[in-house]
């Protein structure tokens, strides 16, 4: 499975962007995919996951983030609104086939990932 990322850029605060990751297969009908996030000097952490029709976020992105999903064109999408300075950082997309809910946030749950998308957003 190859992931590819699209939609990064550099926007204001209080912007929005709309991040796509397309697979190579039909890989959307039984996996959870997720974004992650790496920021500047930070580790990278889980931002969002859609599993089983649940969606799932970290809290700092609940109500501004909403991720979803188009399987006839296996891909997943995650539309950012009211963007914050602190949202800036490289956005990975990842699939996995065997994440259970416990798990949903664990970079080790995943099996494939994309090389990543950087989003800026300026003060």
């Known amino acids: 499975v190859q992931l590819q990322a699209f939609g990064g850029g550099s926007v204001q605060a209080g912007g929005s962007l709309r991040l796509s990751c397309v697979a190579s297969?039909?890989?959307?009908?039984?996996?959870?995919m997720a974004w992650f996030r790496q920021a500047p000097g930070k580790e990278r952490e889980f931002v969002a996951a859609?599993?089983?029709?649940?969606?799932y976020y970290t809290d700092s992105v609940k109500g501004r983030f909403t991720i979803s999903k188009d399987s006839a064109k296996n891909t997943v999408y995650l539309q950012m609104n009211r963007l914050k300075p602190e949202d800036t950082a490289v956005y990975y997309c990842a699939v996995g086939s065997r994440v259970i809910l416990s798990t949903i946030s664990k970079e080790t749950a995943y099996d494939y990932w994309g090389p990543g998308t950087l989003v800026t957003v300026s003060s």
């Open positions: 297969e039909r890989t959307l009908h039984s996996t959870a």
């Open positions: 859609f599993r089983s029709w649940s969606e």
